[in-house]
Structure formats: C-alpha cells, structure tokens
C-alpha cells in the first residue's frame, strides 16, 4: 500500500507533472501515480512549441495559454533544462483580418507584410521545450519537494483513493476509459528530425494546402512537422508522409535541403471533442474529490502551467 497523501495524480505527462509541482508549491503532499515512466510518455514525441494549436477562443484557455507563456519565458531566463524562448514567423495565406485571438498571451506580437503565396506574418517570442530533459527536471523537483512519482498503472481511478483523498485526473488518451468520456479520442502526429544547420528561429505555414509545416530548431536538431490526423490509431512508420513532410519544410526553410535526417517520431495527441476538460466532481469514498485534467490535444505545454493552476485550486480550494 502506497503511503496517504494530500492529492495523488494520476498521469506523468507534462499536465500531470506540472500539476504536481504546482501542488506541491500550494503546501500539498503529492504523490504521482504514472503508468509509463515520464521518458515514455507521449509528451516526449511532441514538439512542444507554445501555440495554442487547433484550440478554439475560449477565455478559459486563453488565461492558461497567457499564464503558461509567461512561466515558460521565466523559466527559459532562469536556465532551466531544454526551455529556450526563439523568435517565431508564422505565414498566414488568407487575408490578414486582425490579431488572433492568442495575440495578447505572447505580448510581442507584430504583423508584417508577406510575399505571395502568403499575405502576412505574424512575428512573436514562442518559448520551445525540448521534453525529455524537461520531464526529468519536473519529475526531480516533486522528488526534492518530498513528493514520489511512482510506476503504477491503475485500472480505474478509484484505485487512486487508496493512495489520498483527493484525485486529479491527468491520464490524456486514457481519460477516454478511466472518466468514461467518448469526447476523448487520438489526433495522429507524424515528426520528422533533422540535423540542425544553424537555425534559430521557428516558422509555422499552418495553411499550406498539403498539411499543417512548421520547422522548430532545437539546440542539436530540427523538429520539422508535421501531420494532425483525428481518430487515427496507427503509429507505424510511414516513409511517404515521412518525404512529404520533409518536402514541405525544405520548401519553406531552404537551408534544411542538406540537413541529414536523425529520425522521426509518431505519437497520439490525447484531443477531446469540446477542448479541454478541467473540472472538479465529488467522487470515491468518504466525499473524495476528484479533480479531471484532460484533452489538452496538441495544445498540453502551451497551457501546461495555466492548466495546472486551475487544477490546484480545483482540488485544494473547493
């Protein structure tokens, strides 16, 4: 029998682990109960750039994004492991019809005339999070908080309530499952990694007509990207979409023709019909309560430290 604590989270990607850190600093005694080890999380194969990617306008959401970009920009000045703050373009080929919705979370958005086929850019600080290292820093902090971040894989939330009385829920394509939601389901992400020539800024073309591109330079790789597929399971190789993908990014960022390929990476995006589901319900035995953290989709680092916030005062406040 794990030892009682204040909260248990069930869930070591980056919205468990940072919910974790943010209890832990509200006074709680946590512990984290992940099923896979943070390494092997999804949250590793992401490219974890903030932008609040296929996430519609919701002041929720944007509060968690703003909060998030700012925590991630102070962490990025104080050192820590694998956050950079890198200047970002982003090309727009509609008609430039004012800021987006996000514009006020960066706090250094301008917009510039662009040649065809584009019409704008869009020109702001995006803070960059390369995640195995980044994991392993959160995962070290619960630790010298005095929390534990245990290997456990649970066949249904109320074993949580074994471990303390108050639960958040964080386990993404799980939650499916374990919260009986049929809103959740996968978004398929296909990244290609290269060698990096120099790069230093990121560039996103999210209306390219042949698939969302971006190109995030990482300090010993380039992540170029990528693929959104809903409700796709499958995360085999594919060699095509691999070229494809490598095709558009060389289109867009030329000096990429000659980066040697290091790899690529598929994962699931944990994406939920509605957006994120963050909200408190009584649950388990003697009135626990159980806090839900979920449906983050591609969006979980860019609202990670909002999101884990709002989870705090869910689950410690009433």
Do not use: K
């Not at 584009?118 to 995640?131: I, K």
């Not at 939920?272 to 649950?283: D, F, I, L, T």
């Amino acid at each position: 029998m794990t030892e009682r604590v204040d909260v248990v989270v069930v869930g070591g990607g980056i919205i468990g682990l940072t919910a974790a850190v943010t209890l832990q600093q509200r006074g709680a005694r946590v512990t984290v109960l992940a099923a896979d080890d943070p390494a092997d999380t999804v949250s590793t194969v992401a490219a974890a750039v903030w932008y609040p990617t296929h996430t519609d306008e919701d002041p929720r959401v944007l509060r968690w994004a703003s909060e998030t970009h700012a925590e991630l920009g102070r962490q990025a000045g104080a050192g820590v492991p694998g956050v950079v703050a890198r200047p970002t373009r982003m090309l727009l080929r509609h008609r430039y019809q004012g800021p987006p919705w996000w514009a006020a979370a960066t706090g250094d958005l301008v917009v510039d005339p662009a040649g065809a086929p584009y019409t704008a850019v869009l020109r702001f600080t995006a803070p960059t999070v390369e995640m195995t290292p980044y994991l392993g820093w959160l995962a070290e902090r619960i630790e010298a908080g005095g929390g534990r971040v245990l290997r456990r894989r649970v066949r249904g939330l109320a074993e949580a309530f074994d471990v303390a009385p108050t639960v958040v829920n964080a386990t993404g394509l799980a939650a499916g499952r374990l919260a009986a939601d049929p809103a959740v389901h996968p978004v398929r992400g296909h990244l290609v990694l290269v060698a990096n020539p120099g790069l230093t800024t990121s560039v996103r073309d999210e209306d390219d007509p042949a698939g969302i591109t971006y190109v995030h330079p990482r300090r010993h790789d380039v992540v170029l990207g990528g693929t959104y597929q809903p409700g796709v399971w499958d995360t085999g190789p594919d060699p095509r979409t691999a070229a494809a993908i490598r095709r558009r990014c060389v289109a867009l960022v030329p000096e990429l023709a000659d980066a040697p390929v290091l790899g690529e990476r598929i994962g699931l995006r944990p994406a939920r019909h509605g957006g994120p589901r963050v909200a408190a319900e009584p649950a388990g035995p003697a009135g626990g309560r159980l806090v839900h953290a979920y449906g983050h989709g591609g969006a979980g680092v860019t609202l990670s430290w909002g999101c884990a916030a709002e989870v705090a005062r869910l689950a410690l406040d009433g």
